[in-house]
Every structure is written in structure tokens, then in C-alpha cells.
């Protein structure tokens, strides 16, 4: 009697997870653990590696696109191999960008009253307003970029209030701030209560000044297609000849294969504007990555020609 309770409880046991299983549990650990939300997000200093990771949340949002990562990921080695390369090092800056928010936070409660303290949406403003005056993407300012940018003149600051400010935060005497020392700059020089009437915050005064800044030409460092076409314009050409094929692809509706549900979450991911961007990042600057890419194309193009 008890060796038929011992094979009915092992009866009832789960079928031990196949290599395609943990492959995909793995993948889907991984997204999880670099979908940040829009305020670590903004902590981050790289540009490139924000679009790459706000299309990574943009991927989180569709289950579709989710999928057809997750069954690349499990079955096709180079893709696997250069993911687990790149998800390394983004584990490591993502944890760089929560040590620097915990630093923010510090600094600025040292210094800012409670009730002016950024919130989560001032900081991804904040973030907005340093990228136009970044003009050389090195992610810090100078002197000189924020003279120039018109940021200043836009919030009614004078160049003294700004060399008070950075003689205070410059430590290293470099004579050019990062971006939390930006968001005390901000907090302390162009949202004081001498430049606000009533409650200040970025989420409420950045909006007129980012749109100054773009009138007055200020180039943005986010990743954008003419950074890329600048440096990497025949992979960029190639990574759009693939994206419109994917797009006019037509698939039989009840094609529930493998190859199937690849084609309609890479359609989805390419009615993604941030997706799109990661993935064009992920292409044109990463090389580890392009093998793979081109080898899923010509799989998924097969695929569709036999339907």
C-alpha cells in the first residue's frame, strides 16, 4: 500500500523541466530583472544603454514580443551566447544607476527642503533637459554647454549663479558636472522659489524649457537614427531593409509553430518605436549580435515563402 501512495504522489510530480524550459525561465529572470521603471531608468548616464533598456521595457509591455524573445533566446546559440554577454554587463550598470539614485536621494535631502524634492517624474524630465544640453554626449556638462545651451536664459539665470553653483558641487575642480550634481543645480539655481510663484517641480517647468531648447536647435544625445546613420549607415540601411520585410509579412492566422509566434511578436516589437530603437542599437553596435540576427531573418523569411 505505501509503495502505491509513493507511485501516485510521483504520478502527480511535474515532468522534470526540459533544456528548452530553463532556457526560457532563464530569459524571462533576466527581462525581468532590467525592466526598470522611468526614474532608474533616467539614472543611467550612457544614452545608448537607456534606448536599449527602454526597449526593453517597451518588450515587457507585449506578451507577443516577450515570447518571440524568449523562443529566440532558447533556440538559437548565438543569439543565447551574445544575450548573456550583454545582460552581464547591463546587470552591472543597472546596479551603478541604483547605487547613483540612492546618492541623489541623499544629496538632495541633505541640501533641498522636503517639499521641493524631486519627484520620480522630475527626475525623468531632469533627465530630458541634461541630454539637450549635452551637446557631445559625454554625460557630464560644462560650463560652456549650459552658456550656450539656452537652458539659462529660458529659466531667468545669470552665468554668476551658475560658477556659484559649480564651484560649490565641482570637487575635482573638472569644470563639469554629472547629472546629480545637474539635478541639485536645477533644484537649488533655476526651480528656487526666486524662479517660481507657486509650487516649482521639473515635471511643470521642463516641458516649456525642453521645448526651448529643441526651437533653438540644441541637438539631443538620446540614441536617434541620425547618430546612428552617422557612424553606421550600411548596417542601418540593412537593419531597415529587414524591418519593413518583417512588416509585410503575412502570416496564416493559425500558425501556432515556433517560427509562427516569432514572426507575430517581431511585427508587434516593429510597431514599437522603442523596441525598434533597442533592437536597432543591438544591431548596428554590437557585433557579437548580428550572426544571430541574420540567421532568425532568413529562418522567419523561409518560413513565410513556404506558406
Avoid at 526597449?55 to 543569439?79: K, N
Avoid at 552591472?92 to 541623489?104: E, H, I, Q, S
Amino acid at each position: 500500500m505505501l509503495l502505491g501512495i509513493i507511485c501516485s504522489i510521483g504520478a502527480l510530480a511535474p515532468p522534470p523541466l526540459t533544456k528548452s524550459d530553463r532556457r526560457a525561465a532563464k530569459f524571462r529572470e533576466m527581462l525581468a530583472s532590467v525592466t526598470l521603471t522611468d526614474e532608474r531608468l533616467a539614472m543611467l548616464d550612457d544614452a545608448g544603454l537607456r534606448t536599449l533598456l527602454a526597449g526593453v521595457q517597451g518588450a515587457a509591455e507585449l506578451p507577443l514580443v516577450v515570447d518571440a524573445f524568449t523562443i529566440v533566446y532558447s533556440d538559437v546559440a548565438p543569439v543565447r551566447l551574445a544575450g548573456d554577454l550583454i545582460f552581464r554587463s547591463i546587470a552591472k550598470r543597472v546596479r551603478g544607476a541604483d547605487d547613483a539614485a540612492t546618492k541623489l536621494s541623499r544629496e538632495l535631502a541633505a541640501t533641498i527642503d522636503a517639499a521641493r524634492r524631486p519627484s520620480a517624474e522630475d527626475i525623468v524630465r531632469a533627465r530630458e533637459l541634461f541630454d539637450l544640453v549635452d551637446r557631445d554626449g559625454s554625460g557630464t556638462l560644462s560650463r560652456d554647454e549650459l552658456l550656450a545651451s539656452g537652458l539659462l536664459r529660458s529659466a531667468d539665470v545669470d552665468g554668476e549663479a551658475v560658477d556659484r553653483f559649480m564651484r560649490e558641487v565641482d570637487a575635482d575642480e573638472s569644470g563639469e558636472v554629472d547629472f546629480i550634481e545637474f539635478m541639485l543645480l536645477a533644484s537649488r539655481v533655476l526651480f528656487d522659489e526666486e524662479n517660481c510663484e507657486d509650487e516649482c517641480s521639473f515635471a511643470e517647468r521642463a516641458p516649456p524649457l525642453i521645448d526651448a531648447l529643441e526651437i533653438e536647435g540644441a541637438p539631443s544625445v538620446l540614441f536617434d537614427e541620425a547618430k546612428i546613420a552617422a557612424a553606421e549607415s550600411r548596417r542601418d540601411e540593412r537593419f531597415e531593409t529587414m524591418l519593413e520585410s518583417v512588416a509585410s509579412w503575412e502570416l496564416d492566422e493559425t500558425d501556432e509553430t515556433r517560427f509562427g509566434v516569432v514572426v507575430r511578436g517581431a511585427q508587434a516589437g516593429g510597431k514599437d518605436a522603442r523596441v525598434v530603437s533597442a533592437l536597432r542599437h543591438l544591431y548596428t553596435g554590437y557585433a557579437p549580435i548580428r550572426p544571430g540576427a541574420h540567421l532568425i531573418f532568413k529562418l522567419m523569411d523561409a518560413h513565410i515563402g513556404r506558406k
